[in-house]
């Protein structure tokens, strides 16, 4: 993760640079630059709370399970908003990551059960989800504390239904491409919808700005996976996968790739 969070945060800076040169000088581009490295620079936050999320997990291995999700989950409940992007974000998601490493073999066990299930069953299960889920949003009760968690449970065990639905379907390979790829697309998605949104909205391509966020959008989604392809077997496949020296355990022979970011 530091090593992808570097990389991509001096990507940024190279092209974003020059508008800080221009308000600032040098020393607001060192300066923004040397804060990265301790705030969180743009998009690329979530890789460095990843970061963060592996390295508590690592640390507190010798403590029960339980009393980590229980300290997590209170985290979550507490209105804790400091301001500070870390602390806030640690303290609004680091249960759901937990849960995704203490809970994982249920999580397995329970899309095993979903995927037994017909598609007529899956759909109206999704239908009576969204139903509910309009309700508490619309009348605020979602970020209620304790009931946001739940919520964002049970909205974690959708998202679950809707990929084993998905996974019925061969159209849907291409979203299983992207999602086995979300590394890639998350790093590099940022170029290629600033580049896209500017030239929409310079020469009026587009007619609305509907279709200008639609294109977007897709631009950001397609290109990462394009330039992952065209950046394969070639000096620049470091920008998605990992070189030798950056790997945790080096010697244990395994192949270093851009999906496992952590040995």
Known sequence: FAFFYVLWMSIQFILKGYGLYQEGGTVAVLQAYALGFVE???????????????????????????????????????PIE???????????????????????????????????????????????????????VSNNYAQLPGISLLMGFIGASA???????????????????????????????????????SLFLKYNVLADLGSVALFTTAIGVVGPILLFWATQNTLLSFLFRRPAWARLNPANGRKSDGFNLID
């Open 40 to 78: 969180p620079f743009g998009t690329l936050w979530f890789i460095y709370m990843l970061a963060i999320f592996f390295a508590v997990v690592k640390a507190t291995r010798s403590v029960h399970p339980g009393l980590i999700f229980a300290f997590a989950a209170a985290l979550e409940i507490a």
């Open 82 to 136: 400091t301001g500070y992007l870390l602390i806030d974000e640690f303290a609004s998601r680091f249960v759901y990551f937990y849960a995704g490493y203490f809970l994982a073999r249920y999580v397995f066990d329970g899309a095993a059960m979903i995927k037994n299930l017909n598609v007529t069953a899956i759909i109206s299960g999704l239908l009576l989800w969204a139903i509910f889920n309009t309700f508490m």
């Open 159 to 197: 998202v679950i239904s809707a990929g084993v639905l998905l996974s019925k379907i061969s159209l849907a390979r291409p979203l299983r491409y992207a999602g086995e790829n979300s590394i890639v697309i998350y790093l590099a998605f940022f170029m290629f919808m600033a580049a896209a949104r």
